[in-house]
Protein backbone atom coordinates (compact mmCIF):
# COMPACT_ATOMS: atom_id res chain seq x y z
CA UNK A 1 0.00 0.00 0.00
CA UNK A 2 1.43 3.42 -1.28
CA UNK A 3 0.07 6.07 0.44
CA UNK A 4 -0.10 10.01 0.01
CA UNK A 5 -1.04 12.56 2.41
CA UNK A 6 -2.45 15.84 1.15
CA UNK A 7 -4.63 18.97 1.85
CA UNK A 8 -2.09 21.19 4.60
CA UNK A 9 -1.61 24.32 4.84
CA UNK A 10 -2.01 27.63 6.58
CA UNK A 11 -5.18 28.42 8.64
CA UNK A 12 -5.85 30.87 11.31
CA UNK A 13 -7.29 29.52 14.98
CA UNK A 14 -10.73 29.10 14.85
CA UNK A 15 -10.06 28.31 11.13
CA UNK A 16 -10.71 24.96 9.43
CA UNK A 17 -8.90 22.51 7.36
CA UNK A 18 -9.41 19.31 5.45
CA UNK A 19 -6.51 16.52 5.09
CA UNK A 20 -7.03 13.82 2.67
CA UNK A 21 -4.63 10.78 2.13
CA UNK A 22 -4.88 8.34 -0.97
CA UNK A 23 -4.00 5.20 -1.14
CA UNK A 24 -2.74 2.70 -3.65
CA UNK A 25 -3.80 -0.97 -3.69
CA UNK A 26 -6.73 -2.74 -4.51
CA UNK A 27 -6.79 -3.85 -0.19
CA UNK A 28 -7.44 -0.47 1.01
CA UNK A 29 -10.72 -1.59 2.34
CA UNK A 30 -9.13 -4.15 4.38
CA UNK A 31 -6.89 -1.84 6.15
CA UNK A 32 -7.31 0.66 9.55
CA UNK A 33 -6.20 4.10 8.56
CA UNK A 34 -4.71 6.49 11.06
CA UNK A 35 -3.43 10.05 11.21
CA UNK A 36 -0.43 11.38 13.05
CA UNK A 37 0.94 14.22 14.14
CA UNK A 38 4.56 15.53 14.60
CA UNK A 39 5.16 18.81 16.01
CA UNK A 40 8.63 20.26 16.26
CA UNK A 41 10.69 18.71 18.47
CA UNK A 42 8.29 16.49 19.59
CA UNK A 43 7.57 12.97 18.78
CA UNK A 44 5.03 11.47 16.53
CA UNK A 45 1.64 11.01 18.25
CA UNK A 46 -1.82 9.35 17.64
CA UNK A 47 -4.35 11.54 15.97
CA UNK A 48 -7.38 9.71 14.89
CA UNK A 49 -8.09 6.21 13.12
CA UNK A 50 -10.97 4.72 11.20
CA UNK A 51 -11.35 0.75 11.28
CA UNK A 52 -12.23 -1.36 8.29
CA UNK A 53 -15.60 -1.64 9.49
CA UNK A 54 -15.65 1.97 10.23
CA UNK A 55 -15.17 2.38 14.07
CA UNK A 56 -13.54 4.92 15.25
CA UNK A 57 -10.73 6.44 18.08
CA UNK A 58 -9.61 10.35 18.57
CA UNK A 59 -6.69 11.74 20.63
CA UNK A 60 -8.63 13.05 23.73
CA UNK A 61 -6.79 16.45 22.28
CA UNK A 62 -8.37 16.36 18.87
CA UNK A 63 -12.05 14.87 20.15
CA UNK A 64 -14.96 16.87 19.26
CA UNK A 65 -13.14 18.97 16.57
CA UNK A 66 -11.59 16.39 14.12
CA UNK A 67 -13.67 14.14 12.36
CA UNK A 68 -12.23 10.70 10.87
CA UNK A 69 -14.08 9.29 7.45
CA UNK A 70 -13.20 7.05 4.59
CA UNK A 71 -13.76 6.05 0.97
CA UNK A 72 -13.42 3.08 0.19
CA UNK A 73 -14.44 3.50 -3.19
CA UNK A 74 -12.02 6.31 -3.69
CA UNK A 75 -8.99 4.82 -1.50
CA UNK A 76 -8.96 7.76 0.39
CA UNK A 77 -9.36 8.83 4.34
CA UNK A 78 -9.88 12.24 4.93
CA UNK A 79 -9.51 14.06 8.41
CA UNK A 80 -11.79 16.96 8.84
CA UNK A 81 -10.50 19.97 11.25
CA UNK A 82 -12.11 21.91 13.24
CA UNK A 83 -11.88 25.27 15.59
CA UNK A 84 -8.00 24.54 14.67
CA UNK A 85 -5.58 26.07 17.60
CA UNK A 86 -2.03 26.79 16.76
CA UNK A 87 -1.03 23.66 18.99
CA UNK A 88 -2.66 21.62 16.17
CA UNK A 89 0.54 22.62 14.27
CA UNK A 90 2.33 19.85 13.19
CA UNK A 91 3.22 17.56 10.14
CA UNK A 92 -0.09 15.12 9.81
CA UNK A 93 1.07 11.73 8.19
CA UNK A 94 -1.66 9.18 7.23
CA UNK A 95 -0.60 5.59 8.25
CA UNK A 96 -2.31 1.92 7.65
CA UNK A 97 -2.28 -0.94 9.97
CA UNK A 98 -3.63 -4.49 10.13
CA UNK A 99 -3.61 -4.56 14.14
CA UNK A 100 -6.35 -4.74 16.19
CA UNK A 101 -7.96 -1.27 16.93
CA UNK A 102 -6.91 -1.49 20.67
CA UNK A 103 -3.32 -1.18 19.47
CA UNK A 104 -3.48 0.94 16.20
CA UNK A 105 -3.15 4.23 18.50
CA UNK A 106 0.81 3.54 18.35
CA UNK A 107 2.78 4.11 16.05
CA UNK A 108 5.40 1.19 15.88
CA UNK A 109 2.43 -0.58 14.38
CA UNK A 110 1.35 0.93 11.06
CA UNK A 111 2.86 -0.86 8.36
CA UNK A 112 2.57 1.57 5.51
CA UNK A 113 3.27 5.44 5.91
CA UNK A 114 2.66 8.58 3.56
CA UNK A 115 4.71 11.35 3.20
CA UNK A 116 3.10 13.73 5.58
CA UNK A 117 1.80 17.11 4.91
CA UNK A 118 2.04 20.36 6.70
CA UNK A 119 -0.39 22.65 8.66
CA UNK A 120 0.29 25.63 10.61
CA UNK A 121 -2.29 27.44 12.44
CA UNK A 122 -1.87 31.20 13.46
CA UNK A 123 -3.00 32.70 16.54
Known amino acids: VQLQAYGGGLAQAGGSLTLSCAASGRTFSTYNMGWFRQAPGKEREFVAV???????IYADSVKGRFTISRDNTKNTVSLQMNSLAPEDTAVYYC??????????????????WGQGTQVTVSS
Open 50 to 56: IRWTGGR
Open 95 to 112: AATKVALSQTTTTKFYDY
